[in-house]
């Protein structure tokens, strides 16, 4: 490793930490966040209070004796309901029921209270402590339609749906299940009418749900049944309003928090996301395929069959001392409809694990939430067509993750070979030369000089043979590799809670000691891995420093080489625990590399091929042979 090389690698993490620095907000920022979500939350307190204070109101009457229903105050509400809701007023009185579909994936839970998908369970899947994997519960999530009907506004959570069992094996039914190839379609109809016995007309509105067993995806369709003279003529367009207050899945709080946010794709195919370090929110006037609730490993995902014409998206981070939730993720969509041609509305959701295989199939770019480098082509490439199939054609073994790391390690020495010889020849020739260079250090030791000896010394490396780029570029050829590994093992859901040695989930980090306290740029815990990256990191760059110096290092470089693996120490610690692992073979296979070079490769030869080269006549390049013309006639002038 070269001076330009370690420059390049200590201007790359200067950037890191000044933009981590820059981007975290300050406390005036801070406080204002804070402020906003006492607000919010506030006011959404405020609004279900009322909401249920009047709920109690219409349902008092069904629960007195039969004697007292027809007090005076049940017209009142009445007409107040029917003056409020218009033609759905008959749909603001009934009670709360919950109805599971379940498959082998999923276990979806429907409310008659809005005809919404409440809560959604993973079954495939649990949370860091073993418990149930929820992406969202009823208490902290809201799907809401709104719409104009009667000059008025009409928001669908705020009404009861009445089941409808569109597949008669699950009639009645609160528990519909299916399994292997099976699929199911179930439905919620929210009637129109001013009396509670609106089931028996034939104008409603039905939120039909349709699953297969063995996917993940869940067809949503919004059908207007009769609703002519219900709903204006001239709607353009159906508003939904989508909230979730995440919950916490994994083990390191920090490093979920730090992937979640929402994501969108525009119709066009390009893939945007919100700051995954700070609150933010965007208003789009161009048309959007799908929005995405999106955590570490996980997503909440709302898909349009068309395109949704107008999309305003926020999110908003927990206090620091919240445990349990990760972020307020809201979307309000707006959806085209036209009441004189459209019956219905098709939409999708997705929930499911951020798995490349998966997602890939649904051609809805919906992979391109998982962080594989997309900003960076090279990147993005090697994962995709190198790293994935490999570690896809290495699962089909039923090999631990451990070792299925360790197998593409290797394999990726294997492939880096070539660039890393011809690395170490390099460094090599440089080596051999240096009594040579030295003399001509000392032959041109003024500073007025310092042209002559810059061009003796690149004769010297013409007539040898030696370049001393060369050494140079493969580590940038590597670089994209390196990078290209970093973005893989914390995004790749395949290595969540497995474990390996001491390590017990290979996605997060691993602690073989809680600390009572906090350290500052490190935590409060001791990832073994990440000790055991930064000790092999700091032998290696001795070993390096004393096989391949050849006394050329800036003053302070070394010192700096040291330093550089102690802040890896404090950034990895809280890291994905396979990546420091897959470091730490690297820098072990790294070794043995070394030594065999140092084995196979006899530098008294190499000195003496070197002097051979210098004997034989050196042909100029038609660059230099120009240099030296225009040389020549500057000096005549």
């Known amino acids: 490793m070269n001076k330009n090389t370690i ?15 820059w981007a975290s907000p300050t406390q005036e920022e801070l406080a204002r966040q804070q402020y906003t979500r006492d607000s919010t939350f506030a006011a959404q307190a405020v609004e279900q209070q009322q909401l249920e204070m009047q709920a109690q109101q219409q349902t008092q009457p069904d629960t007195l004796p039969a004697e007292t229903t027809t007090s005076v105050s049940e017209p009142e509400n009445a007409t107040a309901a029917v003056n409020r809701y218009g033609a759905f007023a008959g749909s603001t009185v009934g009670s709360e029921q919950d109805f599971l579909i379940e498959t082998d994936l999923l276990r979806l839970t429907i409310s008659s209270k809005g005809g919404r998908i409440s809560q959604v369970e993973l079954k495939d899947y649990v949370t860091f402590d073993g418990k149930p994997l929820l992406l969202f519960v009823p208490d902290s999530s809201m799907f809401d339609i709104g719409f104009y009907a009667d000059n ?20 009645g039914k609160d528990h519909l299940q299916i399994s292997d190839n099976d699929s199911l379609s179930f439905a919620m109809r929210l009637y129109v009418g001013v009396s509670d016995s609106v089931e028996q007309t034939d104008k409603y509105i039905e939120f039909v749900y349709a699953l297969r067993n063995d996917r993940y995806m869940v067809d949503f369709d919004v059908k207007f049944v009769n609703m002519e003279g219900v709903l204006p003529i001239n709607t353009k367009d159906l508003n939904i309003n989508w909230n979730a207050r995440l919950l916490r899945q994994e083990k390191s709080l920090s490093s979920e928090k730090m992937n979640t946010t929402v994501h969108y794709r525009h119709s066009d195919g390009e893939v945007d996301y919100l700051s995954e370090r700070k609150d933010d929110a965007k208003r789009i006037q161009t048309r959007v395929k799908w929005v995405s609730f999106k955590q570490q490993f996980f997503a909440s995902t709302l898909i349009a069959v068309e395109y949704f014409s107008h999309t305003e998206i926020e999110k908003i981070a927990e206090p ?29 959701f997705y929930f499911g694990p951020l798995k490349y295989n998966i997602l890939r199939k649904y051609k809805l770019d919906l992979e391109r939430q998982i962080p594989l480098g997309w900003s ?6 090697i994962n995709r067509f190198a790293v994935i199939p490999v570690f896809n054609l290495l699962e089909g073994f039923n090999l631990n993750y451990g070792i299925i790391i360790l197998i593409l390690t290797v394999l990726l020495k294997i492939v880096l070979f070539p660039i890393a010889y011809k690395t170490y020849m390099s460094s090599a020739k440089m ?27 690149m004769t010297l490396y013409k007539k040898a043979g030696a370049n001393p780029m060369s050494g140079c570029i493969p580590m940038l050829l590597q670089f994209p590799i390196l990078l290209a590994m970093f973005r893989f093992f914390p995004a790749s859901i395949e290595l969540r809670q497995e474990s390996f040695l001491w390590a017990n989930d290979l996605s997060s980090y691993d602690s073989i000691l809680d600390l009572p306290f906090n350290i500052p740029f490190y935590g409060d815990h001791v990832s073994l891995f990440t000790l055991l990256m930064t000790i092999s990191t700091i032998i290696y760059t001795k070993i390096n420093n004393e096989m391949m110096s050849t006394g050329n290092q800036m003053p302070g470089m070394k010192m700096m080489m040291y330093v550089m693996p102690l802040m890896f120490l404090g950034f990895f ?22 030594f065999l070079f140092r084995s196979f490769v006899n530098e008294d030869k190499l000195h003496a091929q070197i002097q051979e080269n210098k004997k034989k006549p050196v042909k100029k390049s038609n660059f230099q042979k120009r240099l030296e013309e225009m040389a020549k006639n500057q000096g005549k002038r």
Not at 152 to 171: E, V
Not at 573 to 594: D, E, P, R
């Open 573 to 594: 610690n809280s890291y994905s625990s396979g990546l420091s692992y897959y470091y730490l073979l690297a820098n072990l296979l790294t070794f043995a590399q070394m």
């Open 431 to 457: 080596r051999v030369l240096k009594p040579e260079i030295d003399e001509i250090n000392a032959k041109f030791p003024k500073k007025e000089d310092a042209m002559k000896k810059q061009q003796a010394v």
């Open 376 to 381: 960076f082509f090279l990147m993005q490439w």
């Open 320 to 348: 620091e001392k919240e445990l349990r939730y990760l972020e307020n993720m809201s979307a309000n969509l707006s959806v085209p409809y036209n009441p004189a041609m459209d019956k219905q509305v098709g939409m999708h």
């Open 152 to 171: 008025r506004i009409i928001n669908t959570s705020q009404f009861y749906f009445k089941p409808q069992w569109t597949d008669s094996r699950f009639n």
């Open 7 to 21: 420059i390049g690698l200590v201007l790359i993490f200067a950037l890191m930490i000044g933009y981590t620095w």
